[in-house]
Every structure is written in structure tokens, then in C-alpha cells.
């Protein structure tokens, strides 16, 4: 009797297409048996079971019409968890404890997962997120990254914009992601102005990241998948919402190209990597008017469907190989 492949999980949401549609099919032309896992779809429509006893644990879920061992996984593409989709018909009084156990269910699923390959480990990616933990990892590879200041004092952001001459962009320590039953939304990097200055009392209420702003040339978004990097540049610079923060450029205002990155810079994102413990992550970087590269920071579940659908460049292979790679 022929067996059948090990499964590969790939974590996902149900609105997800093109990424997840080209590792599957990398994953498959090389033998592997993708098993997608939409998790916004968990608990509604997918079934997960955990049994656990003195002999031993097995952990269970139906996904893609097929139920899948943990113990036969054999890697895990993180691609993104999503918050699950409930019933409207639930009672508003249960649905923030329906969130929470599910939370909780999935981590205790991915726990038996421990004895597969991720792509990237959960633990480490969360992590990793921290920006102010990037950027010690930055600059002790070898990487320029902007003067930064994070603070809830408002007499120190004053003083950092009188200091940068106003020239100060703001963003979060995290990714912002908050949901009990819609997609998580996401806050951009922007422009800190003397408006903003003079109305930061809210800052008690929640710290903030303050960052010189670069002058750029054009912005990088660099692909590391386990030590291949593969790198696109954008000039968003016609786009009026794009020049903060590209991904909130028009796409009909600037256009992606291959950018390839030189040898010191690319050891040094390597290193950056290994320190973080990360086989993916998607880094931005400012190429400055004088041809520096700068480091913003590194988003460990970041987009790179854009550099593989315009450039060509063979990202979704790579996350393939660093799947089923025994390295």
C-alpha cells in the first residue's frame, strides 16, 4: 500500500489567496501534502480535539476535509493566525469567552506541533515583534537605524521633536491587532506635527514610538527566508498618502523593482535574523538620497506577495524548501 506524505500545515484566514495558494503548490510539486488551516474558520466550522492522558497526548483537527494527527505534521508555515468568525446569532455576554477559549485552544494545538518545522516558531516571532528589540539586534549587527525614542512623557517627545527639528515620525512597539469578532486592523507609521505635539497628554494612556524620519531615495521591503533574501525597492514618493508609510501608497502611483542588496548589508540582515530566531520576516529599509540603507524593522508575518506577483522573485519556493529543508 502507498502511504501518504507527511501533511504541511499552513496557518492561515480564509480570505487569504495568492500566498498561500503558491506555497501550497511549491510544497506540492516537491512531493509535500499541503494541508491548509483557516483559523478564523476555528471553532465554527473546524474541528479540533486534544486528548491527553498517562500515555501520551494526541491532538487532532479536521481541516480541508481530512483529519490531521499533530504527530504526523510534518512543518508549519505560520502564515497568519485570525481571529475566529462567530456566529451572530451568539450572545454578546459570551462572545469575548468564546475569543479567549479558542485563543487558548489553538496554542494548546500548536503545542503538539512542537516536533514539526515553523516556519516561524510562535514563540520567537512574538518576540521578535518588539521594535525596540529589533533595533538593539540591529545596531548590534552592524545595521544604521534612526534615532529613536520611546516614552509616556511628553516633556521627552518635545524635547526628541525640538531636537529633530520636527522631522519625527510616530508608530507602535507592536503590531496592533485587536479583535473579538472583525479582522484585525492596522496602524501605520505617520508624521508627528506641532498639532500632535502640543497634544500629548494621551501619551499616559499608552507609550510611543518616535523615530527621526529618513530621507529617502526610495523604501526597500527585503524577503529573508532562511538566508536567501529577495529584495524589492518603491519610489512612493508621487503618492501623497505613501510617502510616510508605502503600504498606504495608491498602487496606481508607484511601482515595485528589483532592488538587489550588496553583500555587507545582506550578512548583516542575516545575522539580524539568526538573533532573532526567524526563518521569515519581511524587513523595510530606507535607501537614502546618498545611498545609505537605513533599518525601520522587520514584520515577522510581513507581505511579500507584491515582490513574487511584480518581480517575479521566487519567494513562495523558498518558504517551500525552508519547510521541508532538515537543516
Same mark, same amino acid.
Given at each position: ?29 516537491? =512531493? ?20 491527553? =492522558? ?53 496554542? =494548546? ?27 538593539? #539586534? ?29 522631522? &519625527? ?22 508624521? &508627528? ?32 527566508? #532562511? ?5 524589492? #525597492? ?85 518558504? #517551500? ?7
Amino acid at each position: 500500500l502507498m502511504t501518504r506524505s507527511p501533511p504541511v500545515l499552513l496557518v492561515t484566514h480564509s480570505g487569504d489567496y495568492f500566498t498561500v495558494e503558491r506555497v501550497a503548490e511549491a510544497l506540492a510539486r516537491r =512531493g509535500a501534502r499541503p494541508v491548509r488551516f483557516d483559523t478564523d474558520l476555528f471553532p465554527g466550522e473546524l474541528r479540533l480535539s486534544a486528548a491527553l =492522558g498517562p500515555g501520551g497526548a494526541e491532538h487532532f483537527i479536521r481541516a480541508g476535509g481530512e483529519e490531521v494527527s499533530a504527530s504526523e505534521v510534518r512543518a508549519v508555515w505560520a502564515r497568519r493566525v485570525w481571529p475566529p468568525r462567530l456566529s451572530e446569532r451568539l450572545d454578546e455576554r459570551f462572545r469575548a469567552a468564546c475569543v479567549r477559549e479558542s485563543a487558548a485552544a489553538l496554542e =494548546g494545538f500548536f503545542d503538539g506541533l512542537a516536533g514539526a518545522r515553523w516556519v516561524n516558531d510562535p514563540v520567537r516571532e512574538r518576540a521578535a515583534e518588539n521594535k525596540l528589540l529589533q533595533l538593539r #539586534a540591529a545596531r548590534e549587527a552592524g545595521l544604521d537605524i534612526p534615532p529613536t525614542l520611546l516614552t509616556n512623557d511628553p516633556t521627552a517627545a518635545r524635547a526628541f521633536y525640538e531636537a529633530e527639528d520636527g522631522r &519625527v515620525v510616530a508608530k507602535l512597539l507592536r503590531p496592533l491587532s485587536i479583535s473579538m469578532n472583525e479582522a484585525p486592523f492596522f496602524v501605520y507609521t505617520s508624521d &508627528v506635527g506641532a498639532a500632535d505635539i502640543e497634544a500629548l497628554d494621551s501619551l499616559r494612556h499608552c507609550p510611543v514610538v518616535f523615530q527621526r524620519k529618513i530621507e529617502k531615495r526610495r523604501e526597500l521591503r527585503v524577503a529573508y527566508v #532562511a538566508g536567501r533574501l529577495f529584495a524589492g #525597492a518603491l519610489d512612493a514618493g508621487g503618492s501623497a498618502r505613501g510617502r510616510t508609510d508605502w503600504r498606504l501608497a495608491n498602487p496606481s502611483e508607484c511601482s515595485w523593482s528589483r532592488a538587489p542588496v550588496g553583500p555587507p548589508t545582506a550578512a548583516r540582515l542575516g545575522t539580524l535574523m539568526r538573533r532573532l530566531g526567524l526563518a521569515y520576516g519581511a524587513i523595510d529599509l530606507i535607501e537614502t538620497p546618498d545611498g545609505r540603507l537605513v533599518f525601520l524593522e522587520v514584520n515577522p508575518g510581513g507581505e511579500w506577495g507584491m515582490l513574487e506577483h511584480d518581480l517575479g522573485l521566487p519567494i513562495s519556493e523558498a518558504i #517551500a524548501d525552508a519547510l521541508l529543508s532538515d537543516k
